[in-house]
């Protein structure tokens, strides 16, 4: 989807998430999988954007959401999506680091907490979000992943 075409990116991920169950609104989503991070560290050097489209009349919205962060993408992701940060970084040796290492971050079966608490309210609905992470010109990493966005149970924000 943001891949060139000439050239894998150094960096991938492979995750299999639980379906959300209306039954159980509060139980966390499960992931298994990794995020492989082949060859430069992810610090607060690189840049991070985040594409968000939605899904509206039959066909997708494009960049209906953006979030383009110049530098500082270690901070980015370490205070905006803490539980994904927590469910995967923050691993022994990466725990009072400043970046994260170059190799394969692993989870089985866990459960990650999607929450973001610097981020407004999302209105209800399909989206598509677009991460792309580089350093300078070069783009390391364009992950892509679908969610819907559903009304807090309880009615509380």
Same mark, same amino acid.
């Given at each position: 989807?943001?891949?060139?075409?000439?050239?894998?990116?150094?960096?991938?991920?492979?995750?299999?998430?639980?379906?959300?169950?209306?039954?159980?609104?509060?139980?966390?989503?499960?992931?298994?999988?990794?995020?492989?991070?082949?060859?430069?560290?992810?610090?607060?050097?690189?840049?991070?954007?985040?594409?968000? %489209?939605?899904? $509206?009349? *039959?066909?997708?919205?494009?960049?209906?959401?953006?979030?383009? #962060? @110049?530098?500082?993408?270690?901070?980015?992701?370490?205070?905006?999506?803490?539980?994904?940060?927590?469910?995967?970084?923050?691993?022994?040796?990466?725990?009072?680091?400043?970046?994260?290492?170059?190799?394969?971050?692993?989870?089985?079966?866990?459960?990650? %907490?999607?929450? $973001?608490? *610097?981020?407004?309210?999302?209105?209800?609905?399909?989206?598509? #979000? @677009?991460?792309?992470?580089?350093?300078?010109?070069?783009?390391?990493?364009?992950?892509?992943?679908?969610?819907?966005?559903?009304?807090?149970?309880?009615?509380?924000?």
């Amino acid at each position: 989807m943001c891949e060139p075409d000439n050239h894998s990116l150094r960096w991938t991920w492979y995750l299999r998430a639980s379906h959300y169950n209306p039954l159980k609104p509060n139980e966390l989503q499960r992931l298994t999988g990794n995020v492989t991070i082949a060859t430069d560290p992810l610090d607060n050097n690189c840049w991070i954007k985040i594409i968000g %489209d939605t899904r $509206s009349n *039959n066909q997708w919205k494009e960049n209906a959401l953006v979030c383009h #962060f @110049r530098k500082n993408a270690y901070r980015v992701i370490k205070e905006n999506i803490p539980g994904f940060y927590e469910r995967f970084f923050k691993m022994g040796d990466d725990k009072d680091a400043r970046h994260f290492k170059p190799r394969v971050y692993e989870v089985d079966n866990g459960t990650v %907490d999607w929450g $973001s608490p *610097n981020v407004p309210v999302i209105p209800y609905g399909q989206y598509r #979000f @677009r991460v792309l992470i580089g350093k300078a010109e070069n783009t390391y990493a364009c992950w892509v992943a679908n969610s819907r966005v559903v009304p807090r149970p309880g009615g509380h924000v």
